[in-house]
């Protein structure tokens, strides 16, 4: 078959899917400088060791291992999830990132799904692709990074002119020849967005961020929130009211300032700026599973998500809070039971101190033990 030009492609997917923000289309080629880079990283033990990523794994991923017997060329292309919705002001309101608010990984895979359909029927050929978002096995920000579509920023996600850094990637592999302009068009760039900006850097809550791009993920709050960890008291400290995610290191950043609320406001998988402290307490397997479907809340372990919650509201020190974080003092699992005896000590009434005292006697678990001792 003929070898088709980018832009034909580019043309092809502009004039029948609308709302990809940008689109552009790479070869299959192995980014070994970014897979040394991850490497390091692991190395270094920034990266958890539930994430199972070793150095062979990562080789193959940045070579598109499960790939590259046929594909040829990916199609890359992001969404800008910017709306003009605001945080609730409501601390109560447990805050969800606003990557989360919608299912913006899915909305952009079905998309690319529909630009690959497009492009067989209009060009007349049968094309073999794989449409993702959000997928580990991909080395997608570096792919992204050396499309040219946008740049790696400080904060080790990537920049846009246009969108900041509100926004998702996805790619389709295809089987597609592309006649690509470029003899290296995967040449590293030169060009850097952040010069000697560092703000990310200082407003990290932990400071996850250990130097400029390298993030030391067991330390971020996004990963924290991910995961039923038991993160020190003076991550809590820091906690502020989250249910899901964090994204202090993009929300500061200069090119998310001022920007055109542009995203569209869909329905995949919609939960919205937050959800009530208390209701995440006192909600049913039920009322989770239709509040959180198709989103990525939905995906983690609920305890995960309730351990959120009980530190929100530990943090808050929200004293009408106290009935309902009781019951979680003689929960089945340890972390939960740990960050509840934290929180019921930070609230501090003679109640809690009163069911504390009656926990310890009973508490068999150490961790847990030394999370009530401070307020005994
Ligand atoms: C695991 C993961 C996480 C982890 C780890 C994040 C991290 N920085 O590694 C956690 C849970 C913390 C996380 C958080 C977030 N994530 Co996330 N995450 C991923 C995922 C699935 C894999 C990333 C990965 O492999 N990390 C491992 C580390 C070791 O590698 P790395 O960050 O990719 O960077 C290494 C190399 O690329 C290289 N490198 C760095 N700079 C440069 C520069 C050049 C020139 C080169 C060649 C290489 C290079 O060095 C790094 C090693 O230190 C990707 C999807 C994907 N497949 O890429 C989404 C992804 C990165 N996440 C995304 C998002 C939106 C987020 C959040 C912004 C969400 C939020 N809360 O708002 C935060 C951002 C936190 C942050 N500052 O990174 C988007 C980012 C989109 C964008 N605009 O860049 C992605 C791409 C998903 C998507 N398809 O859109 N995420």
Known sequence: MKKIKPDIIKDIIGSNIEGIDAVTVVPVIPLGDAARKVIESIEKGFVP????????????????????AWARSVIVAAISYYTDEKYPKDQLTGRIARFTWRNNYRYLSLKLEKAVKALGKTLGVKIKSKSLSN?????????????????????????????????????ALTDLEVEFDRIDPLKPPDFSPCGEC??????????????????????CFQYISENLILMPVSYREKWGNRLYGCSECIDVCPFNHNLDPRAPKHNTGYVGQGVNLIEILKMGAEQWERLFHE??????????????????LGYLGYRKSLKYLLSFLEHENKII???????????????????????????????VRTEIEPFL
């Open 49 to 68: 060791e539930s994430y199972h990523w070793t150095r062979e794994k990562t080789e193959h991923a940045y070579r598109y291992k499960n790939y590259s």
């Open 337 to 367: 039971r740990a960050y509840t005896a934290w929180a019921i000590g930070k609230i501090n009434t003679k109640t809690g101190k009163k069911r504390l005292i009656s926990r310890y006697k009973d508490e068999t678990v150490d961790s």
């Open 295 to 312: 989103n990525q809340v939905g995906i983690r372990d609920k305890n995960a998500i309730l351990k959120n919650a009980i530190t929100s």
């Open 198 to 219: 560092e703000r990310c850097l200082r407003a990290c809550p932990t400071g996850a961020i250990v130097q400029a791009g390298e993030i030391d993920i067991k330390r």
């Open 135 to 171: 997928y580990t096995s991909l080395p997608e920000k570096a792919l992204f990074n050396y499309s040219g579509i946008a740049r790696f920023g400080k904060n080790s996600v990537l920049l846009n002119r246009d969108m900041g850094s509100y926004f998702v990637i996805g790619e």
